[in-house]
């Protein structure tokens, strides 16, 4: 008999682009992959790597109660009717609503917190709600995954879960084969800095566009270019108008969005992402590493896993404008012999931490006790 795992996300985009290497392990290992997620452009995506996509509807944004409670109850019937062996979940309504129905249901649960994010950057009250969610739909999990030290520090001080029953993943790992270093196929002089992210304010863009500015004024071969997805219904997220306001005022180059980073992420000199949000460990500096980029980015949790500072780039303070605009200005004056050594640093740092591989055997492991587990004792 096939086992079958479930496997959820906030969205099918998530699945596709986060997930996929997973998946497709587990489908070759002869598990049947069941993705719970809500019908996007990237649902379609799941059929090519071997995973049955079934639609459930979770409003990300949401904080009405009933309309959680009404999510709960749609896990509770997915997972009833699809009977999976195992419930894997990711992103924090999936973690907490689809756990809670699994448990009910006597599914074992691995969870994986990729990030605190928005939940853990509110007021005390939505923290201490959040807390009490997660205390109730993880203590029960067979095992929780984290992405950094820091966020697996907070849920123990919170009492959210125990350290046994944790561990902490090197991010969502990259595929080194897949990314790679590509040689650049040009030989211009001017530098281009890119910035990769969904694009939200906690992630810099502000910080980013105020330091381009003030670089521009002193320089004239420098070009500062944003991609990344962005989500017009949700005031978290920059609004398209400023965008195409900084575009057409020649402060940024906006390349929209793409579903292959490699080749505009190649192109660049260094990476940057400024990011002051709760993250687990940012896929963009993964793949940035792989490609074997300089990056800059922010002091803070998971991004600072991935850069030692003058090692494979900078480090800079969160929320400061100055201390962004003075590390892409050091970066712009160091020769390109230190450059070249930082993107190499980079590939290694890629190479000996954040390998995909690492991630899915840690998965496959603890899939494989929980069955072996689960039929000795039947």
Avoid at 114 to 134: D, H, P, W
Avoid at 217 to 223: A, G, R, V
Avoid at 242 to 252: F, V
Wanted: aromatic content about 12%; glycine content about 6%.
């Amino acid at each position: 008999m096939k086992h079958k795992i479930a496997i959820s996300l906030n969205s099918s985009w998530n699945l596709v682009n986060f997930r996929s290497g997973l998946i497709e392990a587990l489908a070759g290992e002869g598990y049947d992959v069941v993705g719970l997620a809500p019908l996007d452009s990237y649902s379609k995506h799941l059929k090519k790597i071997n995973c049955t996509f079934i639609p459930i509807k979770i409003d990300t944004n949401s904080r009405n109660p009933f309309k959680d409670l009404l999510l709960f109850f749609r896990y509770l019937w997915v997972l009833n009717r699809e009977k999976p062996h195992i419930y894997l979940g990711f992103t924090v309504k999936p973690n907490i609503y689809g756990s809670l129905a699994a448990h009910i249901l006597g599914i074992p649960v691995i969870n994986n917190i990729a990030g605190l994010g928005r939940a853990f950057s509110g007021k005390n009250k939505l923290i201490s709600f959040i807390t009490i969610l997660y205390k109730i739909s993880l203590h029960q999990s067979w095992k929780v995954f984290f992405q950094n030290k820091t966020d697996l520090n907070t849920f123990i001080k919170l009492k959210i879960i125990e350290e046994k029953f944790s561990y902490v993943l090197p991010g969502s790992g990259v595929n080194l084969i897949k990314y790679k270093p590509i040689p650049k196929t040009r030989n211009e002089k001017k530098i281009k800095f890119l910035l990769v992210s969904r694009l939200l304010w906690e992630k810099g863009i502000n910080e980013y566009v105020e330091s381009a500015k003030l670089i521009k004024k002193d320089y004239t071969d420098i070009e500062f270019l944003i991609l990344g997805f962005l989500n017009e219904n949700d005031s978290q997220y920059v609004p398209l108008k400023y965008l195409k306001e900084w575009h057409r005022k020649g402060i940024i180059n906006y390349l929209g969005i793409s579903d292959d980073v490699r080749a505009i992420m190649s192109d660049a000199d260094c990476v940057v992402l400024p990011s002051y949000y709760k993250e687990g460990t940012p896929k963009t500096l993964l793949e940035a590493a792989a490609l074997a980029k300089p990056i800059i980015t922010s002091n803070t949790p998971g991004c600072n896993d991935v850069v030692k500072h003058m090692h494979n780039g900078f480090l800079c303070l969160p929320k400061s404008t100055k201390d962004l605009t003075e590390k892409m200005v050091e970066f712009i004056h160091i020769d390109n012999n230190k450059k070249s050594v930082f993107g190499k640093n980079s590939r290694v740092i890629a190479e000996k931490y954040f390998d995909e591989r690492i991630i899915i055997q840690k998965y496959q492991k603890s899939i494989f006790n929980i069955i072996y587990e689960n039929e000795k004792s039947s």
